[in-house]
């Protein structure tokens, strides 16, 4: 099994340039990652490069934060697609969530997927903000939301992955989602060691090394 086939080659830095978009499609196509995951600004740019190649284009919506409307979402999500996006990651409102708000949570998941149809939904937790039980229904409500996949964290708060969090929310969806790790992940030994955990993706950061030889071991 290739480990680059697992990774979402990252670079969602609001100084992040055209050259550098261009740079991170050819590294992605060159290693032959699984995605790039880039801001919605880039993705027509992206959707350029990488025509004709296995590598997909993922974006965000509602990012960092979470906290914009459901309706800004479901509008980002679609004019994403229209330019060229293969998967959408949207932030879940946390402000809802601790408010114990849990139906304007489900629903603006559930908005978002319906919106989008078949293209993979990503909804992203942010671990770092919350607690166990936190989590827990976190993911109780991406289940009932119909999303694809649960992801750690944006890169944009207190810290990323943890592999005590992915094995709380391995247990909790079993295998009614899948999982994407994301953040304070550099290297292959740590890479390997959340896939063990079931973890389906891993997010690296731009500029990340490996090459497309490596192999894990089962």
Same mark, same amino acid.
């Given at each position: ?68 409307? $459901? ?5 980002? /999500? ?62 109780? =409500?991406?289940?009932?939301?119909? *999303? ?12 990323? /992955? ?10 909790? =969806?079993?295998?009614?989602?899948? =999982?994407? /790790? ?7 030994? $740590?890479?390997?060691?959340? =896939?063990? /955990? ?7 950061? *731009?500029?990340?090394?490996? $090459? ?7």
């Amino acid at each position: 099994m290739d480990i680059s086939r697992y990774i979402d080659y990252t670079l969602l830095k609001a100084t992040t340039t055209e050259r550098e978009i261009i740079d991170l499609c050819y590294q992605a196509k060159d290693q032959d990652f699984y995605s790039v995951c880039i801001n919605p600004a880039y993705v027509a740019l992206a959707k350029q490069l990488l025509e004709n190649t296995n590598v997909k284009i993922c974006t965000v919506v509602g990012f960092p934060l979470g906290a914009s409307s $459901t309706a800004s979402k479901v509008y980002e /999500a679609q004019k994403a697609i229209e330019d060229g996006a293969n998967e959408i990651e949207m932030v879940m409102n946390l402000g809802f969530l601790k408010s114990k708000n849990y139906v304007s949570v489900l629903k603006d998941i559930i908005d978002v997927k319906m919106a989008i149809k078949k293209i993979p939904l990503k909804v992203i937790l942010e671990i770092s903000e919350l607690n166990k039980n936190e989590i827990i229904k976190a993911c109780n =409500i991406c289940i009932d939301a119909k *999303a694809d996949y649960i992801k750690t964290s944006s890169g944009f708060s207190k810290s990323g /992955a943890t592999l005590t969090a992915t094995k709380i929310i391995k247990k909790t =969806i079993r295998d009614a989602i899948k =999982i994407q /790790a994301f953040g304070d992940i550099k290297d292959i030994e $740590t890479s390997i060691k959340y =896939i063990d /955990a079931g973890v389906h993706r891993i997010g690296m950061a *731009a500029l990340f090394k490996t $090459t497309r030889s490596i192999r894990l071991v089962s």
